[in-house]
């Protein structure tokens, strides 16, 4: 896999049925090494040991339902009370970032109501907090550190 612009992780590897598999330390299991798996995990790892996010509180690939759709998000950081932080859509690297890779993000956040976003390929990161009550958001450097 590429080097992505995150700093660098120890990853857990392994080979089962000529699959590379990745171990995910939030859903504690191998997942199969996809260039969006590759990203979705180096975000993981960023929001936990750069960013200070509890394991705990680090939600990973579930199912939603959107006007009646099912979709799946990447990463979900909860807040303390089960509020929803930080939502996070990952591409892989070769995904190119766009307005409409943003849409859906935010089309996402319509239900579920998180104060931050991140859109990420692993090369390419933006950020950006929401501000309801105006309806609209502010894009920031970075994801804020964890706070109590």
């Not at 700093?7 to 997942?31: A, C, W």
């Amino acid at each position: 896999m590429q080097p992505l612009n995150f700093p660098g992780y120890t990853f857990r590897f392994k080979n089962r049925q000529n699959k590379e598999l990745i171990f995910d330390i939030v859903r504690k299991k191998f997942m199969v090494l996809t260039p969006e798996e590759w990203v979705r995990q180096h975000v993981v790892h960023y929001l936990h040991m750069n960013k200070s996010y509890p394991l705990s509180l680090i939600n990973v690939e579930k199912q939603i339902v959107l006007n009646g759709l099912k979709k799946r998000y990447d990463i979900v950081v909860f807040n303390s009370d089960g509020s929803i932080h930080i939502l996070v859509e990952c591409k892989a690297p070769h995904i190119r970032i766009t307005q409409e890779t943003f849409d859906q993000i935010a089309r996402y956040n319509f239900n579920l109501n998180a104060t931050h976003l991140m859109v990420t390929n692993g090369l390419e990161h933006y950020s950006c907090q929401m501000l309801f009550d105006e309806e609209k958001y502010r894009f920031l450097k970075e994801i804020p550190e964890f706070s109590r």
